[in-house]
Antibody, heavy 118, light 112 residues
Framework: EVQLVESGGGLVQPGRSLKLSCAASGFTFSNYYMAWVRQAPKKGLEWVAT????????YYPDSVKGRFTISRDNAKSSLYLQMNSLKSEDTATYYC???????????WGQGTLVTVSS | DVVLTQTPVSLSVTLGDQASISCRSSQSLEYSDGYTYLEWYLQKPGQSPQLLIY???NRFSGVPDRFIGSGSGTDFTLKISRVEPEDLGVYYC?????????FGAGTKLELK
């Protein structure tokens, strides 16, 4: 059974940093692209980042490019999202997802809430 | 960026009815490899989103055959042939053809 478990969310002040983690199990992690998708409170979904199987290629929308960095450790079956220079508009639940690149997010974690506020 | 416009914003149905959701794209979603990366997700209340349909019309593993995706180019539709209680929630279309990937704003399916 595919399982994705996010951690690392919490309350952080504007301008500070936070690192999210996602522990994967139930599949060969190194064979799949992975992604982060977020959802602001009571709002829709927004793609945040995608990383290739080896980690050599990463993709971001302009809203987070230069501030967020996606990475992975295939030996640990783990995905990460380093978030710097956080803004109030980054407040959201962040989901880790397995991506059948270039297509869909086939499996999702339960999400971790990040609140950016002073 | 590609804009996906979903209609209606909300849809009230009676159990057993058919429901239809439209997703229109500001650009063609046919990729250079010939595939069209248009997907549909359902987010049930209090849950993470789940994949229903990929590449316009392919049902993901375990998705009932009452969910039918169709369309091409810029116009896409998700039909639910006989709505059941577990189908209620917010439906999102999503495109992975163009960078950046984008989601529609969502359609809330609720009981009349």
């Amino acid at each position: 059974e595919v399982q994705l478990v996010e951690s690392g969310g919490g309350l952080v002040q504007p301008g500070r940093s936070l690192k999210l983690s996602c522990a994967a199990s139930g599949f060969t992690f190194s064979n799949y692209y992975m992604a982060w998708v977020r959802q602001a409170p009571k709002k829709g979904l927004e793609w945040v980042a995608t990383i290739s199987t080896s980690g050599s290629r990463t993709y971001y929308p302009d809203s987070v490019k230069g501030r967020f960095t996606i990475s992975r450790d295939n030996a640990k079956s783990s995905l990460y999202l380093q978030m710097n220079s956080l803004k109030s508009e980054d407040t959201a639940t962040y989901y880790c997802a397995r991506q059948n690149y270039p297509g869909p997010f086939a499996y999702w974690g339960q999400g971790t809430l990040v609140t950016v506020s002073s | 960026d590609v804009v996906l416009t979903q209609t209606p914003v909300s849809l009230s149905v009676t159990l057993g009815d058919q429901a239809s959701i439209s997703c229109r794209s500001s650009q063609s979603l046919e990729y250079s490899d010939g595939y069209t990366y248009l997907e549909w997700y359902l987010q049930k209340p209090g849950q993470s989103p789940q994949l229903l349909i990929y590449e316009v019309s392919n049902r993901f593993s375990g998705v009932p055959d009452r969910f039918i995706g169709s369309g091409s180019g810029t116009d896409f539709t998700l039909k639910i042939s006989r709505v059941e209680p577990e189908d209620l929630g917010v439906y999102y279309c999503f495109q992975a053809t163009h960078d950046p990937y984008t989601f529609g704003a969502g359609t809330k399916l609720e009981l009349k």
